[in-house]
């Protein structure tokens, strides 16, 4: 009897739902849902710095690898499971005690070094496991109902990180969020991951669990390096030459462990394409959040409204503090929307009036408009003429100039001549920006407040292209987990389906490292990525066309690399 039939006839003593589906996968979407919740607050928490989210993309890359080979090595997919969510708990304890205890700045980052080790630990084995985990439920021949256990699956993630954003964007809106509360949503937290831990304690009875049989993946290497080595031995132009270099190892493996990892370098060359792939996905994923928030009307200074009795209206302005006190009148206009400014030190504070700019930059360029709070004079120099920015003196000296997006401000203080820090690519094609340079001494500092024009047009016009994204990325996914459950070799699966997800996250890094050294005018710049994203569909077109589906040629078999001749 093949292994595969021992497992269908197994499998049929576990109790199901219509005969159909077992317990153990219906257990596996609730559960599911609970998990990413759980996993995506947290992660909201920890994650709330710039550098914090790389140091986490990176770790989930490396550890993807890593706890995927364990889990196909030695621990198997439920064990595996379960130490997700014990890594999951234990990330949450970090958390608890730096917010309860610990106040020194470096113990507290400290800590947050290892609650992102924790969380990454617990990101990457989760969605590799749970999804083979399920398909290792069913017999062989359930082909439809392992395809709708999967789009369970991938809805039921998709609900919990929904319901995990809609519950953050609740609590900081609404004000609710303090110290206190922050305790007790880390113990609702905890309870709901202990809840979930002894949910799938309990109900191991329910589950189909393969135990693991030693390292596939350093048998495929044992078998890559002695056909290495055994080619280069016969190198003789007399020695009859074999269709493949893998082929070399006949002498030591069987064919099904040559199949097996030839099979393994066509998943690779399958998974190749995908970190591109994703980090142009992702980037217009970004650029249709900008556009949306700009659509929806929702501006980076929060404006209020002010009732005129006429055309023109003067109002008093009254500043003041415990030592000093300063009225001024402003004049407003109806349908005028205006920026207040209050820059300076107590005598010498001064308050602009400026009306916010709506006609927009042409030609690639970038309204910028520069204020000077220091108490000296600042000299701003472009490629074709030079500004000068008086000190600041009772009231706040600016300059307005348009220039391109991609140019570098030089600044002169006292003879002393600078760059002034803009970031490349960060000035925006069409925007227009507020700079003030608040600091001298050691190096000048500026505070970049970006304005958002108001646009006419409605958000749903982002819908169609939004519902279209989105429905390729639930088919791609669920068609890549299918694919990489059948396709990879017995020991492997775990090990395949963590590589490609972990392409999602080295997307990400592609996308920062590209978004810095990005020289390029815009229109250019996104006319190349069309092309590169182009290409990269057509390469899988190609890799598909050519590509043979092992399971289909011999479905009731499935390769295994342990064990040589």
């Not at 924790?118 to 590799?128: D, K, P, R």
């Not at 021949?141 to 809609?166: N, P």
């Amino acid at each position: 009897m093949e292994a595969s039939d021992f497992k269908d006839d197994h499998l049929l003593k576990f109790k199901k739902i219509g005969n159909k589906y077992p317990v153990s996968v219906i257990i596996l979407v609730v559960v599911i849902w609970l998990h990413t919740m759980c996993c995506n607050e947290v992660k909201d928490r920890l994650v709330n710095e710039n550098y914090l989210q790389q140091i986490f993309e990176g770790a989930m890359i490396v550890l993807a690898f890593t706890g995927a080979t364990f889990t196909d090595s030695w621990l198997g997919k439920y064990n595996a499971l379960i130490g997700s969510i014990i890594f999951l708990i234990f990330t949450q304890i970090t958390i608890i005690v730096k917010e309860s205890l610990i106040k020194d700045f470096y113990i507290s980052w400290i800590f947050d070094i290892f609650g992102l080790f924790f969380l990454s630990l617990a990101f990457c084995i989760q969605m590799s496991c749970e999804y083979c985990l399920a398909g290792d439920q069913f017999p062989l021949y359930q082909v439809k109902e392992r395809k709708k256990i999967f789009s369970s699956l991938y809805l039921s993630t998709t609900f919990g990180i929904l319901f995990a954003d809609i519950f953050a964007h609740l609590i900081w809106v609404s004000k609710w969020f303090s110290k206190s509360y922050s305790l007790l949503l880390s113990g609702i937290l905890m309870g709901t991951m202990s809840l979930i831990l002894v949910t799938i304690l309990w109900c191991k009875k329910f589950f189909f669990i393969e135990h693991p049989k030693g390292s596939a993946l350093l048998e495929i290497f044992k078998c890559i390096l002695f056909a290495m080595k055994n080619k280069l031995i016969h190198c003789s132009w007399k020695t009859p030459k074999r269709d493949h270099w893998l082929d070399w190892a006949s002498e030591k493996y069987s064919e099904n462990n040559i199949k097996a990892v030839k099979l393994f370098f066509r998943l690779l060359l399958f998974i190749l394409p995908f970190p591109i792939f994703w980090a142009l996905v992702n980037k217009q994923e970004r650029k249709w959040d900008y556009q949306a928030i700009q659509m929806s009307h929702i501006l980076y200074p929060n404006y209020d409204a002010i009732d005129l009795d006429s055309d023109q209206d003067v109002f008093q302005l009254r500043v003041s503090s415990s030592t000093w006190f300063k009225k001024e009148e402003i004049l407003l206009e109806e349908k005028t929307i205006y920026l207040l400014i209050l820059s300076g030190k107590e005598t010498l504070y001064s308050i602009t009036l400026m009306k916010e700019d709506y006609e927009k930059p042409e030609n690639g360029l970038a309204h910028v408009r520069i204020f000077n709070t220091l108490d000296k004079d600042i000299y701003i120099m472009l490629l074709v003429d030079t500004f000068r920015l008086q000190k600041h003196n009772g009231y706040s000296p600016q300059l307005s100039i348009r220039i391109s997006r991609k140019v570098n401000l030089f600044y002169m203080i006292e003879e002393k001549k600078e760059v002034l820090q803009l970031k490349a690519g960060l000035l925006k094609f069409g925007s227009s920006y507020l700079l003030f340079i608040i600091q001298h001494v050691p190096v000048v500092k500026i505070h970049k407040v970006k304005l958002v024009q108001v646009k006419s047009f409605s958000v749903a016009w982002q819908f169609p292209q939004l519902f279209i994204k989105d429905l390729g990325r639930y088919f791609l996914t669920i068609s890549c987990m299918e694919f990489f459950y059948y396709e990879a070799p017995k020991g492997l699966k775990v090990t395949m389906t963590a590589l490609w997800t972990s392409t999602l996250y080295s997307s990400y890094i592609i996308m920062n490292f590209v978004s810095y050294i990005s020289l390029l005018p815009e229109w250019i710049e996104y006319f190349l990525i069309s092309c590169i994203l182009l290409s990269i569909i057509t390469a899988f077109f190609i890799i598909s066309y050519y590509y043979k589906e092992s399971y289909r040629e011999n479905p009731s078999s499935e390769f295994t690399i342990i064990g040589n001749r």
